[in-house]
């Protein structure tokens, strides 16, 4: 199969379709290709995803794939101290615990219906090289080999991120800048609030990262956890298998999905744009490096991305230097937070078990007015001034 | 690098820190492309523990990889 589109999208998760969307959306032709035969499958992700983002995308809630809405935290110290956070002052923020096999097709079929074409079953094996530029995708699928030529090609290829590497960019991660991830869906567990979102720490527990219990409806829950690349004494599985058997509220429940994932924990590339190429979401490493989360800033980005291309199609301008415009953009809206999250993350995993455990003693003792990370910094630097070496990065 | 097919998740974080960029994760299984350095760096990341220098389903390499990590 040979043809010929503006914009190619590898990847149909959340930031290819905004960006096939919004593509298509700007009156570019556009074809999305996915090679999972089922969008949405497997699932490599915690499932939590704030309001906001629909919000602004204006993608209304549906009870189909937002199956939860939680509004409080807790965080549980190694030895089991909690800290409990409610929602007035998590910044009045909701949280979605989401069914991602149905949101990410719904997603699909957002772009879809703004116009995109979409391929799934169709695997990117390599890009097309013009003079010296990218020229499209090519790649095989259910109906054989294929080659796309385009204008612009959009990776969204997530944590994997090929399609970036053969353009040239360097996106490969090291061990210390990936957490890998394991989950399990349980039924038959207890939990304390089907509102409530529960962290656990330890290196123990999820070495250089955290445990997580997501309630995704009544008696069932996400349990999973991150380990850092270069921390893990094993696979990440067998450190959920320890934590589910320790919980006696867990160790009953039955398993009724396994799901893994690495997580890009890197902080956003150097570059995101070459001629003919933009890069979003997992892929350019858009993520929450101290939780991980990923899905808003890849929707984000990815509704950027395609405006911007839609956009430099039509003015016949497919360069790096016109494309800028979706780096400038995306790192004014996240650039700076997201940088935030990594030096706080960087804090995080260089804390001991015993450190944690004294910040978590001086944080239930608080009661807080609204909840930020400088005011959470304040209220600890007060109750464990030697703790201020270790957190100074945050400052 | 071999990887078990019954274990393995195709969730590409292997793929994502391959140095050399020949692990191609399709809808089905993972194929190792000519290039590979045996740096291991995918065994280590395995979130499943599915890739190693020998069967990943041996006790040896399970232990190997735990050394590793």
Request: glycine share 12%; proline share 3%; aromatic share 6%.
């Amino acid at each position: 199969m040979k043809e010929k589109y503006d914009v190619v999208v590898v990847g149909a998760g959340p930031a290819g379709s905004m960006a096939a969307r919004a593509t298509a959306r700007g009156g570019a032709r556009v074809l999305m290709l996915d090679k999972r035969r089922e969008l949405g499958v497997p699932v490599q992700c915690g499932e939590a995803l704030n309001e906001g983002v629909l919000k602004e995308l204006k993608i209304a809630p549906d009870p189909r794939w937002a199956l939860n809405k939680t509004n409080a935290v807790k965080l549980v110290s190694p030895s089991g101290i909690e800290v409990r956070i409610v929602e007035k002052e998590v910044m009045g923020k909701i949280g979605y615990i989401l069914d991602r096999k149905i949101f990410d097709k719904h997603l699909a079929i957002l772009a879809a219906k703004e116009g995109a074409d979409v391929m799934v079953g169709a695997l990117a094996t390599g890009l097309m090289i013009k003079d010296g530029r990218v020229a499209g995708v090519k790649g095989v699928g259910v109906g054989g080999k294929f080659e796309f030529f385009s204008d612009i090609v959009i990776a969204a290829d997530g944590v994997g991120s090929r399609v970036a590497r053969w353009a040239g960019l360097n996106t490969a991660l090291k061990l210390v800048d990936i957490e890998s991830g394991a989950q399990f869906q349980m039924v038959d567990i207890d939990f304390e609030s089907q509102t409530m979102m529960e962290f656990y720490f330890g290196n123990k527990i999820a070495a250089g990262g955290y445990a997580w219990v997501f309630p995704k409806g009544d008696h069932m829950a996400n349990v999973g956890l991150g380990v850092l690349g270069g921390r893990a004494e094993g696979p990440a599985i067998d450190y959920l298998r320890a934590f589910v058997e320790k919980m006696p509220n867990l160790r009953k429940g039955k398993i009724i999905e396994i799901n893994a994932g690495g997580v890009p924990v890197s902080g956003p590339l150097e570059r995101t744009v070459k001629d003919g190429l933009l890069v979003v979401g997992d892929a350019a490493r858009q993520v929450n490096a101290l939780t991980g989360g990923g899905i808003d800033h890849a929707m984000r980005a990815g509704d950027i991305a395609g405006e911007v291309a839609a956009k430099a199609v039509s003015e016949g301008d497919t360069s790096e230097k016109r494309l800028m415009e979706y780096e400038k953009r995306w790192r004014e809206l996240m650039g700076k937070r997201l940088e935030r999250y990594l030096k706080a993350k960087n804090v995080l995993v260089s804390l001991t078990d015993d450190d944690l455990d004294k910040l978590a003693k001086a944080l239930s003792e608080v009661k807080f007015e609204g909840i930020s990370l400088t005011g959470m910094l304040r209220v600890l630097l007060k109750a464990h001034p030697k703790l201020l070496w270790k957190l100074r990065g945050l400052m | 690098m071999r990887v078990d097919a019954a274990m393995c998740i195709l969730c590409g974080a292997c793929s994502g820190v391959c140095p050399v960029n020949v692990i191609e994760v399709s809808s089905t299984h993972v194929n190792i492309q000519e290039g590979c350095t045996r740096c291991g760096l995918c065994a280590k990341v395995c979130p499943v523990g599915a890739i190693g220098f020998g069967d990943p389903r041996s006790k040896r390499v399970k232990r190997f990889q735990r050394r590793q990590a």
